[in-house]
């Protein structure tokens, strides 16, 4: 039977629904971020290393003379794939096709993780091994395996210390960036079953713990699964940037690789890399390069897995692309520096933001994903992480508006809400002063608008680099760090609990 | 495609048709135009040139990874030798350059060459000393070699993984300056790996630290 003549019911874009993966936390950023606010503990460790990751990212995005023209470049290469999306992956599927991959569709997460755990049973697998890929997180992956009776194991360093602590990730490239290491040292010490007694906190000492003990695994693993940093549709060429080589063992070593990566990954051509392979290191790790950078085109007979499935995933990327403005945040590289610049984040962990993604992007891309369902909806308090003070949108190597989609998110924010409230009126009132010249200034003052709005943009228009470069690579002078709480406390009283 | 074909195949449809909607929903008021790229496709130095040489040298050497320098192909043994050491075992690809091993012949080092007689598995790596490659291009800016599984001198890619000790011997006319100089003349069809120094965790309060899973050695020999 010909199924051509029925009607094609519209389709329409949708956001990521709930009750799959970690888009959402449980509590509402304020109340989240108060108690993280009274962690000193942690407000040291994130404080030390935030400090250190940008300086060594000032250093090497200054030796590059040509950074602002590869912004630029990134920028339009995102906003061209969003153009095109569907006919870029149609593409990509193939190419992939054609070099002996086979690729898989995902409406959301739980059908990701489902397709997933049919790959590895049907592979003969009951564990596998990981790299850390912000897709899995998203979809909860790792729980849905163990749920199906499949063993995951994560091997990057820092998904292995959040994973051995029982504990959630709290930054993008550096999970366990909470951390320091005498907590690290613990961990180890109470969940290696074979690690040395003597093991002291120097941080080569356990990055050699972590090889032992991850050294077996990878040299017996079956099957492995990984994200993408990009996919090249015309090639249909895959790429995983990491540090430490436990990415290429997982893209190796085992015989079937699963690799989940969400529909935006795309870029169009082999040479878009170009741009990409610079930005990305120099934003995320503040390295010239990062160590290891693979790249792998469907199967290669006699050379690593000779079965590659790749599954693409939508989960509410197809709602953001259908928001003119919000797509842009679709265009995240998934670098980290924007959370490494953020007053806010600093202060209160990644953790406060409750979805996997967090910092400003998070603030943005993840009620974004999910859609803000309502007033209780705890990310409908996430764009108001932020005291806009512009310095995300300055490091972000894609050059994403950050500060403008959090305004947006804030008004979307403002009409999930059924009935006004108190806080309903604050906002569309200060909605009014963001788009009327004359009532600015009274905005100003409490949203700390003044930088982002006039600051930047005259900055963009009368500072073109070399200029601009100083205001890209300076430290960001800090706001005091009350700001965003007590923007909270007089903007939603008695609702943060 | 098989079984599940039905229901993902929907899926696939199903995607596909949302994403259209939501490029169309969220088209731009203005179409955007031609991507710019007006940065930088070459460097300071040319390819192969003393500056890009010497660049290379620099920063592969700040990865804390050694660099040394030979004239002649025919210098190449020597230094091998030496960078090798004591190592019991090496391993090298089947289009390896043989001369490169001669220095350590006397020593009674066992040579396992991968597929002669028979591709060498994950356990045969795990117990041999050192690895010795060759590199399809080095990135004198970012210190990046670049190892093609599909040539016969750098070989399939466990080769430089599994072993703790990779010895790779570089060219001088493979020297280009940057990335993009380097993406152009590779395939991407073939397996490539992208190596910037040994392998390195920054997951312990940001501190660099070399040597995890990868190779915990990389010596670079940089030949003219
Ligand atoms: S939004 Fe920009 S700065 Fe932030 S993680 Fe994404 S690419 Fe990096």
Known sequence: ?497 | MSAPAGARGSAREEVLARLRAGRDAGAPRTAPGPVPRDYARRGAHDPGSPGALDLLVERVEDYRATVTRVARPGDVAGVVARLLGDAGSVAVPPGADRAWLTGIGGRGAVVHVDGDPRPLTTADLDRVDAVVTGAAVAVAETGTLVLDAAAGDQGRRLLTLVPDHHVCVVRAEDVVGTVPEALARLDPLHPLTFVSGPSATSDIELDRVEGVHGPRRLDVVLVG
């Open chain 1, 1 to 497: 039977m010909s199924t051509t003549d029925l009607p094609t019911p519209t389709v329409r874009p949708a956001h990521a629904p709930a009750g799959t993966g970690h888009l959402r936390g449980t509590r509402p950023f304020p109340a989240e971020a108060r108690d993280a606010l009274a962690n000193t503990q942690l407000r040291r460790n994130l404080g030390k290393a935030t400090g250190v990751i940008r300086a060594k990212r000032a250093a090497v995005v200054d030796e590059v003379p040509d950074w602002e023209a590869l912004r630029r470049s990134g920028s339009a290469i995102k906003a061209d794939v969003m153009a095109r999306l569907p006919e870029l992956l149609e593409q990509l599927e193939a190419a992939v096709t054609a070099r002996g991959g086979v690729v898989h569709w995902a409406r959301d997460a739980a059908e990701a993780n489902a397709i997933v755990l049919d790959l590895v049973r049907a592979a003969g697998g009951d564990e596998v091994v990981k790299v850390k890929s912000m897709a899995t997180q998203e979809t909860g992956l790792n729980e849905a395996l163990e749920a199906g009776g499949v063993a995951a194991w994560e091997t990057d360093l820092a998904e292995l210390i959040v994973q051995l602590g029982d504990d959630r990730p709290s930054h993008i490239l550096v999970p366990a960036i909470h951390r320091n290491r005498s907590e690290i040292r613990e961990i180890f010490l109470r969940e290696m079953p074979d690690v040395d007694p003597d093991l002291t906190d120097e941080p080569r000492r356990l990055a050699m713990a972590a090889r032992t003990h991850l050294r077996r695994k990878f040299l017996g693993a079956k099957v492995a699964v990984s994200g993408a940093n990009f996919a090249v549709a015309d090639t249909g060429t895959l790429s995983v940037v990491e540090s430490e080589g436990n990415g290429r063992m997982c893209l190796t070593l085992p015989e079937t690789l699963i690799t989940l990566m969400g529909v935006e990954k795309v870029v169009p051509t082999w040479s878009d890399l170009e741009v990409f392979l610079q930005l990305l290191p120099r934003s995320s790790t503040g390295e010239r390069m990062n160590p290891y950078t693979s790249t792998w085109t469907g199967v290669t007979p006699g050379d690593g897995p000779q079965a590659f499935h790749l599954v693409l995933m939508d989960n509410g990327r197809s709602g953001v692309l259908a928001d003119p403005d919000g797509r842009e945040a679709l265009h995240c590289i998934r670098c980290s520096a924007c959370l490494n610049v953020c007053p806010v984040y600093e202060r209160a962990g990644g953790h406060a933001y409750g979805s996997v993604y967090p910092g400003p992007i998070g603030a943005v891309l993840s009620p974004l994903l999910t859609g803000i369902t309502g007033e209780d909806d705890v990310n409908a308090s996430l764009p108001y992480a932020s005291s806009l003070c512009g310095a995300c949108f300055d490091a972000c190597p894609v050059r994403i508006d950050i500060p403008n989609l959090l305004v947006q998110q804030r008004a979307a924010s403002v009409e999930s809400h059924h009935r006004p409230t108190g806080q309903d009126v604050a906002m569309r009132a200060a909605r009014v002063a963001m788009t009327s010249a004359g009532r600015f200034r009274a905005a100003e003052k409490g949203l700390g608008l003044g930088r982002v709005l006039g600051g930047r943009s005259g900055r963009i228009t009368a500072l073109p680099w070399p200029a601009s470069r100083w205001t890209a690579s300076r430290d960001v002078p800090v706001p005091p760090a009350e700001t965003a709480r007590d923007w909270f406390a007089r903007t939603r009283p008695g609702r943060e609990r």
